[in-house]
């Protein structure tokens, strides 16, 4: 499965049942993964959680907070087995159309310094860094890393 112009990546929302099986694909996909009852926290807050799909395969997840006119991504995450293939490109560019819909003009992420995949996600799809706020993230133990603010104009 590979992303291209052709390809139509949907985004549904996440309803309950899905939690547990997210969690457990996430905790395979990243190093630092969301705990079962943070998403829950999420879907209780009304926090846009939405699965991304591409035909009839759930390939990640992401979890959006509305801030009124800015979408903030909370968490993002393309399963272990469907990385390195564009879905988090296309990913990314369908939250993007998704929040400008809702409104937003602008949209923030904070992502962990050392995560270098990440950053070059964003930056190719265009987000500036911002702010750094250093010993933001626990690393285990008494370490900590900086978290590096990073936003993208996406409105008119
Ligand atoms: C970060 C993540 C979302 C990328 O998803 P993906 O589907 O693998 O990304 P893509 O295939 O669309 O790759 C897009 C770009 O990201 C960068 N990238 C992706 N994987 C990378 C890696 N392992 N190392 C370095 N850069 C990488 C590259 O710049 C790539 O562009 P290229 O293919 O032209 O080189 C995925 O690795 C992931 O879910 N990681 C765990 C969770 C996480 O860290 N989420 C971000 C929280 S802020």
Redesign the pocket.
Do not use: K, P
């Given at each position: 499965m590979q992303?291209n112009a052709n390809n139509n990546v949907q985004l549904t929302p996440v309803v309950e049942d899905q939690v547990s099986r997210i969690i457990a694909k996430?905790a395979a996909?990243?190093?630092?993964p969301w705990r079962s009852d943070q998403l829950l926290k999420s879907l209780e807050q009304g926090h846009h959680c939405l699965v991304c799909s591409l035909g009839n395969k759930v390939f990640?997840y992401c979890v959006l907070l509305d801030a009124v006119a800015a979408m903030e991504?909370l968490?993002?995450?393309?399963?272990k087995e469907?990385?390195?293939?564009?879905?988090?490109?296309?990913?990314?560019r369908q939250i993007i159309k998704f929040s400008v819909k809702q409104g937003a003009e602008e949209m923030w992420?904070?992502?962990?310094e050392s995560?270098?995949?990440?950053i070059?996600?964003?930056?190719?799809a265009g987000f500036q860094p911002g702010e750094v706020r250093e010993k933001y993230y626990p690393l285990g133990g008494s370490q900590r890393e900086a978290a590096i603010q990073m936003q993208r104009r996406i409105g008119a």
């Open positions: 992303a996430e996909a990243s190093s630092w990640g991504i968490n993002f995450v393309v399963f469907f990385q390195g293939r564009g879905l988090g490109t296309e990913m990314l992420l904070e992502v962990r995560n270098h995949a990440a070059a996600l964003y930056t190719a």
